[in-house]
């Protein structure tokens, strides 16, 4: 007999099936039990009367069992298996959990809840965020791939770093010094130049960052994309525009379960505006007293800004645009129009930024001149530089991260629960 899914259960009435899954409770009663059985697809009610069964059973044992399904309406799901066989396959040793996974909710710490992750995980609400994951990837790559981008994958060990700054992981490489990927950026530029035109990678990124805070983690997992032959950074804007969209109308399809468990309502986009950074940092000065910091704007300027944009354009989304040459990386393409300023941008949803992009200097000579005025030497950037001699064209891209976009499309309030095994400051296992 072959296994049956319990979402498969209400097309089998009265028919005998084979259930895999794990005791998710038990209810006894004078006569017979409940137990509730919970697999990948949900959890049914089964009715046992043996109590040489009954007597083997404990949470989360994982079993085999066998049984006649019966339509009930009173059942979650209406439906239940009136038990013949059960074989326990998997032993719980534990008669207590470390947390209570029945309930209406945990009732434990997060850091608990990461400490036994493969426990808080058997909750089908903690579950559910990873299919949504899943079905951003799933959008993500299959949007790409309609508009002529190739996958790439590229190395997470490298012999430079990308980004520039102290937040860079090092590490000793049979002797020589080498590096954590803070991103795939110089290798999705070459790739460009080296004829694919327009690439993308989902893959981990790491920043040796010593924040501990709801919104940072120290490896995370980066959607990345370059596209050449571009006039301007709007392109690339364009293009996340409707990337995201899609995203949204194919969440909203594959993901019905998953979001109605999470209580998750999706936003509506028509329109993301498109607002300078120095027009943002004046309307926080002028309407709500809040000061910027240069070149920027802080966490709590972001949230009071998404507001404001929600009440004026009616968007859960803006573009930052126009950020200075001081605080975007060495290969960012300078504004010919705005001096001091590159053409760059980054994307904020509901306060928080979940994107970064921009143009990128296409020219060998003007790339040179970046990286000795960053203060760095030409000959530590060889085999990036030497690419930019045959004849490189205009591009840009932009880089979403994953957990955060996660996290904001469900409201989480942390990113370590949009995130399967975190690592943070503080945390380098399970």
Same mark, same amino acid.
């Given at each position: ?184 950026? @110089?290798? #999705?530029?070459?790739? /460009? $130049? ?7 990678? *989902?893959? =981990?990124? !790491? ?80 309407? @709500?007293? #809040?000061?910027?910091? /240069? $070149? ?7 949230? *009071?800004? =998404?507001? !404001? ?87 840009? $891209? ?33």
């Amino acid at each position: 007999m072959e296994r049956v899914l319990v979402r498969d259960l209400m097309e089998l009435q009265d028919k005998e099936v084979r259930l895999f899954g794990w005791i998710h409770n038990i209810k006894a009663f004078k006569e017979f039990s409940f137990a509730y059985l919970r697999d990948r697809s949900g959890i049914v009610q089964m009715i046992i009367d043996d109590e040489k069964i009954l007597s083997s059973l404990k949470l989360e044992s994982s079993v085999k069992a066998t049984g006649r399904v019966q339509m009930n309406e009173k059942a979650p799901g209406g439906v239940e298996i009136i038990v013949s066989e059960l074989e326990v396959v998997g032993e719980a040793k534990y008669d207590l959990l470390p947390f209570t996974i029945n309930g209406i909710d945990i009732n434990a710490s997060l850091d608990k809840q990461l400490d036994y992750r493969t426990i808080s995980l058997r909750r089908m609400d903690r579950r559910a965020v990873f299919k949504v994951q899943q079905e951003i990837v799933q959008a993500y790559r299959d949007f790409l791939t309609k508009e002529g981008f190739t996958e790439i994958h590229t190395p997470k060990i490298i012999g430079m770093e990308t980004e520039g700054g102290a937040d860079i992981f090092m590490l000793d490489y049979f002797g020589t010094r080498a590096f954590m990927a803070q991103s795939p950026q @110089f290798y #999705k530029q070459m790739m /460009v $130049g080296a004829g694919f035109e327009r690439v993308f990678e *989902i893959g =981990a990124a !790491y920043r040796a960052e010593p924040h501990s805070t709801w919104r940072h983690l120290n490896e995370y997992m980066s959607l990345d994309l370059e596209m050449g032959f571009i006039e301007s950074e709007e392109e690339i804007m364009d293009l996340e525009e409707r990337l995201i969209k899609h995203m949204i109308s194919h969440l909203k399809t594959s993901c019905v379960e998953e979001l109605k468990i999470m209580k998750a309502e999706l936003p509506t986009i028509e329109t993301i505006p498109r607002i300078t950074l120095s027009d943002a940092q004046s309307i926080l000065l002028e309407k @709500f007293g #809040k000061k910027s910091p /240069v $070149g920027n704007i802080d966490a709590e300027g972001e949230k *009071i800004f =998404a507001q !404001y944009v929600k009440d004026e354009y009616h968007s859960d989304f803006v573009f930052l645009t126009k950020y200075p040459a001081s605080k975007r990386p060495l290969y960012t393409m300078p504004d010919d129009s705005l001096e001091g300023m590159t053409k760059s941008f980054d994307l904020i949803f509901k306060g928080l930024e979940i994107t970064t992009g921009g143009q990128r200097i296409h020219d060998y000579d003007m790339l040179v001149k970046s990286i000795l005025k960053s203060g760095g030497k030409t000959e530590d950037f060889d085999f990036y530089l030497e690419s930019f001699k045959y004849g490189v064209p205009p591009h840009g $891209g932009l880089a979403i991260g994953l957990e955060r976009i996660t996290m904001m499309f469900l409201g989480l309030d942390n990113i370590r629960k949009a995130t399967l095994l975190p690592r943070d400051i503080n945390r380098v296992k399970p």
